[in-house]
C-alpha cells in the first residue's frame, strides 16, 4: 500500500528523474511516521472539484510563461494541501489553511521561510479562484505572513574567487564561470543558451528570462576572452553554448552543471558553492561599486526591486565610502 501511495504523489508530479527519486525517498521517509490505512484514505479521496480547479490554475499557469519547475512545484504543494482537506473549493476557511499548516510546520519540522513560501503558493491559487468568481473570498487573506528572520547570504568574496579560477581544468568551466559572474544569468538561463545568443563583437547576450521575457546582459572582459577561447577549441556542431566535455557532447544539464560547480568549490576549498552563488555576487558587487540598484534589477530581470534589495549585500566599506563622498557636497 506505501508503494501505491508513494506512485499516486509522483504521478502528479513532472521532475527530472534525479529529483523524482528524492521526492520518492522522501515521500517514503515520511509515510513511514503515519498510520498507512488512515494516510491511504487522505491521498484517494481528493474532492473531484477542487482537483478541476487546480488542473485548470496549474493551465492558466503555464499560458502565463511559468517554468515546468515552478508548475511542477505549485502541483505537489497544492494537491497536498486539497488532498488532505478534501472539501469543496468554496468550502475551505482560513482555519483549515491554519491548522494544515502548522501540522506541516510542527511534522516536517520546515523553515519559517518554507513555511511562508507555501502560504505564498496559497495564496496565488485562491486569489484566481477569486478571480474566476469559483469562490467569494480568499482564505488566505486570514493569514498573517510567517516572519522569519533574514538571513545574509555571503557573496563569493575576490580572493574565493580566484581559487576558483585557478582551480578550473578545462577551459569550458572558466568560461562557465565567468559568465555566470559576468551576465549575472540563471543557472536555467545560462543552460538554455545557443552560440547564436551571444555577441562576442558587442559583449551581448540575449537571454530568455522568466516568464518568456527576453532581456539583454552582458559579458566583461574576462567572460569574453574565455568564452571565446572555449568556442574556438570545439570540434562538435551542437548549436548549444555549453556541452559536456565528453563526447558526443550534448548540451550540458542542470546536474551537470552543478556538479562541476560544486567540484569546483571542493577542490578550490570554498564552500557553499552553487550556480546562484554567482548571479548573487555579481549583484552584490555591482551595487558596491555604485551601479544604480534600478540597473541591476534590469541585469538581473526581476520584477520587484524589493528582490533585487535580498539580492545584494552592501558592505560596511562601500557604505562609508559613500558617506564621505556624498557629504562633502552636501
Known sequence: ????????????????????????????????????TAKETALQTV????????????????????????IAQYRYHLSRLLSYLNKDIDKITDDDLYMYMYRYRHERAVSAGYLNLLRLIYNGFFKWLVKKRKILLNPVDGIDAVKSRQVIKKPIDPAEMENLRSTCKHERDLAIIECLYSSALRASELLQLNRSDISLSDNDIVVLGKGNKERVTYLNARAHVHLKKYLESRKDNDPALFVSIRAPHRRLTRSGLEEMIRNLGKNASVSNVHPHRF??????DLLNVGMPIEQVQELLGHKSIETTRRYCTVTREAVKHNHQRFMSIA
Open 1 to 36: 500500500m506505501k508503494e501505491e501511495i508513494v506512485q499516486e504523489i509522483l504521478r502528479h508530479l513532472t521532475l527530472q528523474p534525479e529529483q523524482l527519486a528524492q521526492v520518492k525517498d522522501a515521500v517514503r521517509m515520511v509515510l513511514c511516521h503515519y498510520d498507512i
Open 47 to 70: 474532492n473531484n472539484s477542487s482537483l478541476r480547479c487546480l488542473n485548470l490554475y496549474l493551465a492558466s499557469c503555464e499560458q502565463a510563461g511559468k517554468s515546468a519547475g515552478t
Open 279 to 284: 548571479r548573487r555576487t555579481s549583484a552584490t
